[in-house]
């Protein structure tokens, strides 16, 4: 359950009962990332590279033979580039699921590391086209471009391996001049482009023209907004607005760069992004809401909450993400600051978001009294608070005589101060 206040002031603060909807913590992110890696796979470049990193690999080691868990795992710290402590994903190449060694010849060819090259090779001459095809397209970044008659050689007539072999051609002649541009132009037009992202500081440059070329077409140009907003590339947010509010440019670079505005947290993008919430494209809408969200600015709410109940309701999960994000205070640290100082809340409005996903505009007592009685210390404090602030005067009264002898010291503490408070305003 989430509780939306309203404040006078502009700002909105949030409770949230039961399972918070984002962990706080960096391995909460990550587990909740690591859980739906398909559908938030993007959210890791939200946390920083240095906290993410050793976690990951933490985790990989303790990991045990689990193949769903292994597999994410090292597909995560392959994104990453992360080349610390190859043996934990060298050792997964022996690994008797397919799946696990496929994902483990991948990220080892993420690395970049030439040191890593020797355990792939030996995929190259192996009977399942799957791994020759993997090994081909790892070793094309472990490997110097004199090593490619070994790789043509491993795709034979395979015409989906001599594909392969090509791009990896290209890929490892690129490498060779050690020009940026070039690295990133081959790379940005394959499956492969997501290996620029931990790149940033070297194909920033030749990204943000791409994103500007008029001449590159609407994938690589989206691929190139993806990147830059993931990196969070604060400096190309003119023309990403430019791009989002041209209606002649193909919808599909519109939604990502409505997508990259709300990672970078542009601001001034705004008013467009609530317009947008309007658009008869679905992904437009999708697009629009995650980056209301992001960038957190309180007057998106109301917009919205108008769309809860578009498309029978297809957009609630996200909105109800969105909006949590919009708040700038903890609620419970609002109120009982509050009844600390003796004041008054002037408030706008309260909402519930159910975790059932339906949306109430008022205070719903029903939904506090079972709080009341909750083995949770946090939410009979929630309880009290709510009571107090929002529910009738009978109801705080009978909520802080029972909180008074709450087993949580803190709860008897904020007791004392919600009955001086109440009784101060029957004076």
């Given at each position: 359950?989430?509780?939306?206040?309203?404040?006078?002031?502009?700002?909105?603060?949030?409770?949230?009962?039961?399972?918070?909807?984002?962990?706080?913590?960096f391995e909460g992110r990550l587990t909740a990332i690591l859980s739906d890696w398909d559908q938030r796979?993007?959210?890791?470049?939200?946390?920083?590279?240095?906290?993410?990193?050793?976690?990951?690999?933490?985790?990989?080691?303790?990991?045990?033979?689990?193949?769903?868990?292994?597999?994410?795992?090292?597909?995560?710290?392959?994104?990453?580039?992360?080349?610390?402590?190859?043996?934990?994903?060298?050792?997964?190449?022996?690994?008797?699921?397919?799946?696990?060694?496929?994902?483990?010849?991948?990220?080892?060819?993420?690395?970049?590391?030439?040191?890593?090259?020797?355990?792939?090779?030996?995929?190259?001459?192996?009977?399942?086209?799957?791994?020759?095809?993997?090994?081909?397209?790892?070793?094309?970044?472990?490997?110097?471009?004199?090593?490619?008659?070994?790789?043509?050689?491993?795709?034979?007539?395979?015409?989906?391996?001599?594909?392969?072999?090509?791009?990896?051609?290209?890929?490892?002649?690129?490498?060779?001049?050690?020009?940026?541009?070039?690295?990133?132009?081959?790379?940005i037009e394959t499956g492969e482009y997501e290996d620029l992202v931990p790149w940033i500081s070297e194909?920033?440059?030749?990204?943000?023209?791409?994103?500007?070329?008029?001449?590159?077409?609407?994938?690589?140009?989206?691929?190139?907004?993806?990147?830059?907003?993931?990196?969070?590339?604060?400096?190309?947010?003119?023309?990403?607005?430019?791009?989002?509010?041209?209606?002649?440019?193909?919808?599909?670079?519109?939604?990502?760069?409505?997508?990259?505005?709300?990672?970078?947290?542009?601001?001034?993008?705004?008013?467009?992004?609530?317009?947008?919430?309007?658009?008869?494209?679905?992904?437009?809408?999708?697009?629009?809401?995650?980056?209301?969200?992001?960038?957190?600015?309180?007057?998106?709410?109301?917009?919205?909450?108008?769309?809860?109940?578009?498309?029978?309701?297809?957009?609630?999960?996200?909105?109800?993400?969105?909006?949590?994000?919009?708040?700038?205070?903890?609620?419970?640290?609002?109120?009982?600051?509050?009844?600390?100082?003796?004041?008054?809340?002037?408030?706008?409005?309260?909402?519930?978001?159910?975790?059932?996903?339906?949306?109430?505009?008022?205070?719903?007592?029903?939904?506090?009294?079972?709080?009341?009685?909750?083995?949770?210390?946090?939410?009979?404090?929630?309880?009290?608070?709510?009571?107090?602030?929002?529910?009738?005067k009978a109801e705080a009264a009978k909520a802080i005589a029972l909180a008074r002898a709450d087993e949580?010291?803190?709860?008897?503490?904020?007791?004392?101060?919600?009955?001086?408070?109440?009784?101060?305003?029957?004076?």
């Amino acid at each position: 359950m989430l509780v939306i206040i309203a404040l006078t002031a502009g700002q909105l603060a949030c409770l949230d009962f039961g399972v918070p909807l984002e962990p706080r913590s960096f391995e909460g992110r990550l587990t909740a990332i690591l859980s739906d890696w398909d559908q938030r796979r993007d959210d890791l470049w939200e946390i920083p590279v240095s906290d993410s990193k050793p976690i990951l690999r933490r985790w990989l080691r303790e990991a045990g033979d689990d193949a769903s868990r292994l597999i994410r795992l090292m597909s995560a710290l392959g994104w990453l580039a992360a080349s610390e402590e190859p043996d934990l994903i060298r050792k997964r190449l022996s690994h008797p699921d397919e799946a696990v060694r496929l994902a483990a010849i991948r990220a080892l060819g993420q690395t970049q590391d030439p040191d890593n090259a020797p355990g792939v090779e030996p995929f190259l001459d192996s009977k399942d086209a799957r791994f020759r095809a993997a090994a081909i397209a790892a070793l094309a970044k472990l490997w110097p471009r004199s090593n490619y008659p070994r790789l043509q050689a491993a795709a034979g007539s395979d015409p989906n391996l001599q594909r392969l072999a090509e791009q990896a051609r290209r890929h490892m002649m690129a490498m060779a001049t050690l020009n940026p541009a070039q690295i990133a132009n081959e790379a940005i037009e394959t499956g492969e482009y997501e290996d620029l992202v931990p790149w940033i500081s070297e194909v920033r440059e030749p990204l943000k023209e791409m994103l500007k070329s008029g001449e590159r077409s609407a994938v690589v140009r989206g691929r190139a907004a993806r990147i830059l907003g993931l990196r969070h590339q604060e400096e190309v947010s003119w023309t990403l607005r430019t791009i989002l509010g041209n209606a002649d440019e193909p919808m599909e670079l519109r939604v990502e760069a409505a997508y990259a505005l709300g990672r970078i947290r542009i601001r001034s993008s705004v008013d467009a992004l609530i317009e947008l919430l309007d658009s008869v494209d679905p992904r437009m809408q999708e697009a629009a809401v995650f980056a209301l969200g992001k960038i957190g600015e309180p007057r998106a709410l109301r917009p919205l909450l108008a769309k809860w109940n578009v498309r029978g309701g297809a957009l609630r999960n996200q909105i109800r993400l969105a909006a949590g994000r919009l708040c700038s205070s903890d609620g419970q640290e609002l109120l009982t600051g509050l009844l600390r100082a003796d004041a008054d809340l002037t408030s706008e409005g309260i909402w519930f978001l159910e975790d059932r996903l339906e949306l109430h505009e008022s205070y719903q007592e029903r939904f506090i009294e079972p709080l009341a009685a909750s083995p949770s210390p946090q939410a009979r404090r929630d309880a009290l608070l709510l009571r107090v602030f929002f529910g009738h005067k009978a109801e705080a009264a009978k909520a802080i005589a029972l909180a008074r002898a709450d087993e949580e010291r803190t709860n008897r503490e904020i007791a004392e101060l919600a009955l001086h408070w109440l009784e101060s305003r029957r004076n």
